[in-house]
């Protein structure tokens, strides 16, 4: 439940922000007025959605067990701080162009101050993140394939989603939503499908 959790909040939180910001850079600041409200409510969501991440990321561990490859529990876990911390970084970069807006009156430093913070917060969510994210999957992925823990072919096809995180540099926020759908899948199987120590006699 916390990996449904986490997709649906996180899902919902790049929805608003990017429904906030135009796909033109050159589009002014007049969005961060007229707009502050949805990236509000997607700044109150995100810490929730976090939360909730750290949970998957407990409840993930605990199915492996004493299956757990030490190795690649570390750089899963790891990635997986990092993913989150840059994420919150993005976000408060977004809080920062809101903020900016109330205290700076000069309009041509506005604007300059609220293109170099959308620059920089889809820079670090669209490229270092979702790398991060990439890694994060691949490391499981690797996991799920020597433990049974998942499907077969959930783990190949965590292989292909990792790939497309990794080498995609788009800076659109929408294609940050393949990490939750892919969690939200990650979630299911696991609510349906019983835990490897389950099945030992």
């Known amino acids: 439940m916390a990996g449904i959790l986490f997709a649906v909040l996180f899902a919902a939180s790049l929805a608003l922000v990017r429904s906030s910001i135009p796909d033109d850079p050159l589009a002014g ?13 997607a700044m109150l969501l ?3 959605a976090g939360i909730a991440f750290l949970w998957f990321v407990g409840v993930v561990r605990d199915r492996m067990g004493e299956l757990e490859d030490r190795f690649f529990s570390t750089v899963f876990f790891a990635s997986a701080v990092l993913f ?3 994420v919150f970084v993005s976000m408060s ?12 009156t000069d309009p041509t430093t506005q604007e300059a101050v609220t293109k170099f913070g959308r620059f920089v917060m889809l820079q670090i969510s669209n490229v270092y993140a979702l790398r991060m994210a990439g890694v994060f999957i691949i490391s499981l992925a690797t996991m799920w394939l020597r433990t049974g823990v998942m499907p077969r072919s959930m783990a190949v096809a ?8 990794l080498v995609v540099t788009s800076l659109s926020l929408w294609f940050t939503l393949v990490f939750p759908a892919w969690a939200l899948v990650v979630s299911l199987i696991i609510l349906i499908r019983p835990a490897v120590a389950d099945d030992v006699p």
Request: hydrophobic residues 60%; positive net charge; charged residues 10%.
């Open 29 to 41: 600041t007049a969005w961060v007025h007229e707009r502050s409200g949805r990236v509000t409510a």
């Open 46 to 48: 995100m810490p929730f």
């Open 84 to 86: 989150l911390a840059m």
């Open 93 to 104: 970069i977004a809080g920062a162009i809101l903020a900016s807006s109330r205290s700076v």
């Open 158 to 165: 965590s292989y292909l989603v990792a790939f497309v995180l």
